[in-house]
């Protein structure tokens, strides 16, 4: 076991709108992490926030997305999905929606029906994961994963809990279908304890602090809203939690192949870009 150390930490306080319905923080992006996050493009963490109950959608209008999957990780409150194949459906606290786009989708993303109605809190994780450029021009396709239907594991000595959304921990095998390895769990850890995560040597690795306090390698203090990405060398980080801790662990296979993108599209080159905004103006998505 050697440790895996950080290779930088990134903390973002400043919130923007996407539509009317999210205010989210980017975490990271392709535009100046591209190579280093890969297979991971973007993340953004909307809220938590808080919403007075409505009669209007809240959310983002319909809008097209290319060459990659959009992954929606719930923690507060419900949103509704909808495309223009007739696809349609909402998730609630611990719901996660792997929506691959590839070749092209039009949809639309709001507020479900109870924050609609009743208001409350939004806290959710839109993360975007890049498709080799094989499978960039792929079939759509959905997968809504239901809270019940992610293994949880226990860590020993009641540290916490771990659920496996994609890819497996400990020989535990998440539901979702990735196009490349890819790990991605939900932790949390309970205050005053330690966990040892293992991680393949090579693969992108990266941890979002949601909410809590932790050091990592009992150095580096992490907390909400602020992610480190380690070093691809080393296989183990060791966590200690100051308070109760909620994170996300993202851990990939790297996909080296350029990226290029612009908006909702990202592709290999600029002439697959082009050709992405002449499709979406031909009504071809
Ligand atoms: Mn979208």
Known sequence: M?????AQVERENSR?????????RNMFSYDNLGAELSPFLLLDYAGPADFDPTTKSRGVGAHPHRGFETVTIVYQGDVTHRDNAGNAGTIGPGDVQWMTAAKGILHEEIHGPI???Q????????LWVNLPAQDKMSAPRYQDIL????????FDHNAGTLRVIAGEFQNIRGPAKTFTPIELWDVRIHAGH????????????????LSGKINVNDRSELQSAEFALFEREGDTVRLHAHDDTTL???????????????????????EEIRQAATDFKAGLF
């Not at 923007?16 to 989210?24: A, K, L, M, N, Y």
């Not at 809270?147 to 226990?154: D, R």
């Not at 350029?258 to 909702?264: E, F, K, N, R």
């Open 2 to 6: 050697t440790t895996k150390h950080i």
């Open 16 to 24: 923007h709108w996407v539509g009317d319905g999210f205010p989210v």
């Open 115 to 117: 924050l609609k109605e």
């Open 119 to 126: 208001g409350g809190t939004l806290e959710m994780v839109q």
């Open 147 to 154: 809270n019940v239907n992610i293994p949880t594991v226990s």
């Open 194 to 209: 330690d966990i040892d995560l293992q991680f393949k040597t090579g693969f992108t690795t990266a941890i979002l602090v």
């Open 248 to 270: 996300l662990v993202l851990h990939g296979e790297p996909i080296d192949e350029p990226i290029v993108g612009q908006g909702p599209f990202v592709m290999n080159t600029q």
